[in-house]
Structure formats: structure tokens, C-alpha cells
């Protein structure tokens, strides 16, 4: 937990660094991902690919209806930036808290989640992103496999910025 603590913090104080030096955002990215350096990729949730893509699929499929005729490959460049961060969010924290009960540990690391996301954008919509995490978080639980949350998170993400931003 002390490593899993260290690495969140340095993410935090990175991101809060952005305001004077856009750097300081790219580097966060390596904090991200350093997990797979020194953790099992098994660990980390890079395992039961069969049962990460159905789970991650099927959720993802509500959001078709809303963004199918918007879907470029430009909605994917972001793919690097979502798998670092249900890596380290979903893989690394999630099985990393101690705390024993999982809805409380999910909790836990919705709240951790949100808060870069607050860093980076003080508005209503980061304090919001607690709530999709719920679900990466449960996810992750249910299929046992980091993908299913980082194809959820994708999509998530999509929908959020070709039908929420552009249509509010």
C-alpha cells in the first residue's frame, strides 16, 4: 500500500503542477503506468480477456444508439491515456487499498479517481466522474479483467464527448 500511496500522490502533485507547466500533465502519464514495471500483469487485471471484451461490450453497447453515426478514429486516440488509468485505478489501486470490503474499496477508489479529474478540470462534470468509476470498478470485479472497465471507459468517454458536450 506504501508504493500505491507514493505513486497517487506524485499523480496528484503532477497534476496540480499542470497549471505552470503543460509537462508536467505527459509525465502524470508515466505515474499511470508504472505499475506494469514492477506488478504481474495478472495483478494488474491482464487476464480473463474472454470474459473483459463481453462484459466491457455489452455495456458499452447502450451507448451505441447515441454516438454510432459520430464514431471516428480520432474517438480512439485517447485509448493509451483510458488504459493507463484502469491500470493503475482498477489494477493497481483496487486490489492495493486495504480496505476488506470490496463496495467500500470500489468507493475508495471512485473518490481517487475523481480527484485528478477535479485537478485537471475544477467543474460539476469531473466531481461526476465518481460515478461512471463505480462502475468501471464494478466491472473489473465482475469480469476479473482490467478490459472490461478500460472498453466501458472508452466508450464512456466517446458518448460523453461527441453526445453530451456537443448536443448540451
Do not use: C
Amino acid at each position: 500500500m506504501y508504493s500505491a500511496f507514493t505513486l497517487y500522490i506524485l499523480l496528484v502533485l503532477l497534476l496540480s503542477l499542470t497549471y505552470f507547466n503543460s509537462l508536467f500533465f505527459y509525465a502524470s502519464f508515466f505515474v499511470l503506468i508504472s505499475p506494469l514495471i514492477f506488478k504481474d500483469l495478472k495483478e494488474l487485471g491482464l487476464k480473463n480477456y474472454r470474459s473483459g471484451i463481453l462484459y466491457g461490450s455489452l455495456l458499452s453497447s447502450v451507448y451505441l444508439p447515441f454516438i454510432w453515426n459520430s464514431i471516428s478514429i480520432q474517438n480512439f486516440y485517447q485509448s493509451g491515456q483510458v488504459f493507463a488509468e484502469e491500470i493503475f485505478f482498477r489494477g493497481y489501486l483496487l486490489s492495493t487499498v486495504p480496505v476488506k470490503n470490496i463496495h467500500l474499496r470500489n468507493i475508495t477508489v471512485s473518490v481517487l479517481f475523481s480527484l485528478p479529474h477535479v485537478i485537471i478540470n475544477p467543474d460539476i462534470l469531473s466531481v461526476l466522474t465518481f460515478f461512471p468509476s463505480l462502475i468501471f470498478g464494478y466491472l473489473y470485479i465482475r469480469s476479473g479483467s482490467v478490459i472490461a472497465p478500460f472498453i466501458f471507459h472508452l466508450f464512456s468517454n466517446i458518448f460523453f464527448q461527441q453526445y453530451l458536450i456537443h448536443k448540451l
